[in-house]
């Protein structure tokens, strides 16, 4: 198993580059299936959630080329296949998007019910309903998801809660469907925009992406194309936030300013200094941080995923902030690792109270999930002593050569492969 050994209280300085966006990337990927031909896409993350849904493309008979780490080409034409049951499908939350992309292609699909990360319940109830809505039948026994059609037909689809797996879904399934299909509630976040631009460069007609009502006008065919995945907004707010914590002064490049807009206006507010450019943004921490509250929030709010590094720099900053996570009910779990190290945390529920400007010291962690792990990395940065932080391949999920980035910013951290 392999561990992380972090030596904390160097400040991070310097320039460090974003890759791809996996949320958008994992969206991508199945969307490639809705076009008979050859789709390339770049700027591709070379991590393991992405690596994963790669693989399973493959077993299903699309050929596949790498000419670089972050390059992918895809050749769908011989993919005949709508069934996939393999181990991978069935760990990956993202293998739901299946469902959708091979509705729209073959008109069924059968799946297992996917897995990820145990931050709380994660229902695909909306999916389904959107599914149920074109014209789809779908039946969920003994952990497998069966959905076929005969026709899927356009609908107007009222979504109860935002949901981005759901948008997503639904848009692979309707671009392929006869009719328009107006879809409401809909969410914003930048990746839900990426995987509509892609569609649209493959021949779909979809307009509104980015706004709460998207209309979908359903094609008969789809051409392949070539595509650039949008920089990572999770990976840029995480150095963004331990440059802060470390009191650093780092340039973050190859970003969208825009989207990082929640994350900047919470860093001001603590003290921090941030300049922003065309493609990057300069991030520089303070000594005395003010505390503030935190409210997750769908886009264009605060992201659920950069609650738990934001919880460790809370533990730097002076008097009592919270943190009130209103999209998943179990994304606390990493509490207890923070407390282990001296941090004043109090859950209640679905907020977390933090009484800052308590010294952290290094110890043994485990990251519990993919963003626990990125806080705590930062957590490691900044305490006292040495910190060893385990259970990495929920960090390798998620952020391609963080250590390697974090040394060229003058961390000291090193990875022990067991």
């Known amino acids: 198993m392999d561990r992380l050994i972090i030596e904390g209280g160097h400040p991070l300085k310097g320039e460090v580059t974003i890759a791809g966006a996996k949320n958008a990337a994992l969206g991508l990927i199945p969307a490639v299936l809705l076009a008979e031909g050859v789709c390339k896409l770049e700027n591709v993350p070379n991590i393991k959630d992405v690596n994963r849904f790669i693989n399973i493309l493959s077993k299903m008979g699309a050929k596949?080329?790498?000419?670089n780490n972050n390059t992918v080409i895809f050749d769908t034409s011989s993919v005949a296949q709508y069934e996939m049951m393999d181990d991978e499908t069935r760990k990956m939350r993202a293998s739901y998007y299946l469902i959708g992309a091979l509705l729209g292609r073959f008109k069924k699909v059968v799946i297992p019910f996917p897995g990820g990360c145990n931050i709380g319940v994660r229902p695909i109830d909306q999916h389904i309903k959107g599914f149920e809505a074109l014209g789809a039948k779908v039946e969920i026994e003994h952990g497998i998801i069966k959905a076929y059609a005969d026709e899927l037909i356009g609908a107007s689809i009222y979504m109860d809660v935002v949901s981005v797996g759901a948008t997503i879904n639904i848009m692979l399934a309707a671009v392929r469907?006869?009719?328009v299909t107006i879809l409401e509630n809909a969410a914003k976040e930048p990746h839900v925009v990426d995987v509509a631009n892609f569609l649209n460069l493959m021949g779909a007609n979809i307009k509104g992406a980015g706004t709460d009502i998207i209309k979908i006008t359903g094609v008969s065919k789809m051409h392949g194309c070539e595509y650039m995945v949008i920089?990572?907004?999770?990976?840029?707010g995480t150095y963004m936030i331990a440059a802060v914590a470390t009191k650093g002064d780092v340039l973050i490049?190859?970003?969208?300013?825009?989207?990082l807009e929640s994350i900047s206006a919470k860093l001001i507010e603590m003290g921090a200094e941030i300049f922003e450019y065309d493609d990057s943004i300069r991030v520089i921490g303070k000594e005395n941080l003010r505390a503030i509250n935190i409210k997750t929030l769908p886009y264009p709010g605060f992201p659920t995923d950069l609650q738990q590094p934001m919880a460790v720099?809370?533990?730097?900053?002076?008097?009592?902030?919270?943190?009130?996570?209103?999209?998943?009910?179990?994304?606390?779990?990493?509490?207890?690792?923070?407390q282990r190290m001296g941090a004043e945390i109090l859950v209640n529920g679905r907020a977390a109270m933090i009484s800052g400007k308590k010294k952290l010291s290094g110890t043994k962690l485990s990251a519990t999930d993919l963003r626990a792990?990125?806080?705590?990395?930062?957590?490691?940065?900044?305490?006292?002593g040495k910190t060893e932080v385990t259970e990495l391949k929920h960090l390798d999920r998620g952020y391609e050569n963080m250590e390697q980035k974090l040394l060229g910013l003058g961390a000291k951290i090193v990875r022990i492969r067991d």
């Open 64 to 67: 596949i080329e790498r000419p």
């Open 177 to 179: 469907a006869k009719g």
């Open 231 to 236: 920089p990572d907004q999770i990976e840029a």
């Open 253 to 259: 490049k190859n970003i969208i300013p825009k989207h």
């Open 313 to 338: 720099l809370m533990c730097m900053a002076q008097g009592l902030g919270t943190i009130t996570e209103s999209i998943f009910e179990n994304r606390f779990k990493y509490v207890d690792e923070l």
């Open 373 to 384: 792990g990125a806080a705590m990395v930062i957590a490691g940065l900044v305490a006292d």
